[in-house]
């Protein structure tokens, strides 16, 4: 790992590992420390719901504000309602990604590239409804700050049409 990867790791950095670039648009894996297997992202919206739904699940990066809707709150979840294998995801739920991160095996992000790019991505900060922090752009051994979602966008969209 480089010099550079390894100022970036914390316990709430994820990988997306880019494979395919249509148009302004681009779809890959998703990978956390603590899963070996990644979850598949379909587009740009789909790799930033994902990240968002990881971290309400770690509760962490603290959101600075909760979602409204008039269907309810989509964050609450019902054990009751939910499958047998959700419900050790929801137990973690109820600790912060810091009180138990200790515990858990860690993978190597970077066991696993993208075949057009590799990002790892460290979300600092959830406030002002967007998200905060810094992207390590793999190839380019270069490390990056963002104050949003659309910056974070910006810059992976660049470095992929760069390439």
């Known amino acids: ?21 249509e148009g302004r648009d ?7 420390l603590y899963d070996r297997e990644p979850r ?25 504000s909760i979602d409204r809707s008039f269907r309810g709150n989509r ?15 929801h137990e973690f739920r109820r600790q912060r990604l810091p009180d138990y991160a200790s515990g858990l095996k860690q993978y190597d992000l970077l066991e696993h590239p993208g075949r ?8 600092k900060f959830r406030q002002h409804a967007t998200w ?4 390590h752009l793999v190839e380019r051994d270069r490390i ?3 104050n949003s979602v659309l910056e974070l966008v910006k810059i992976l969209d660049a470095d992929l049409h760069e390439a």
Request: aromatic fraction near 10%; hydrophobic fraction near 35%; include cysteine.
């Open 26 to 32: 681009f779809s890959g894996r998703l990978y956390t």
């Open 144 to 146: 990056e700050a963002f």
């Open 1 to 21: 790992m480089t010099k550079t990867a390894n100022r970036l790791y914390g316990i709430n950095v994820m990988s997306a590992a880019v494979d395919h670039c």
């Open 75 to 89: 964050n609450q979840t019902d054990a009751s309602t939910m499958p047998p294998e959700r419900e050790l995801e």
């Open 132 to 135: 905060q922090g810094q992207v």
């Open 40 to 64: 598949q992202f379909h587009s740009v919206m789909d790799l930033i719901q994902q990240m968002d739904s990881q971290f309400d699940l770690w509760d962490y990066p603290q959101s600075a």
């Open 116 to 123: 057009i790019g590799t990002y790892i991505i460290k979300v």
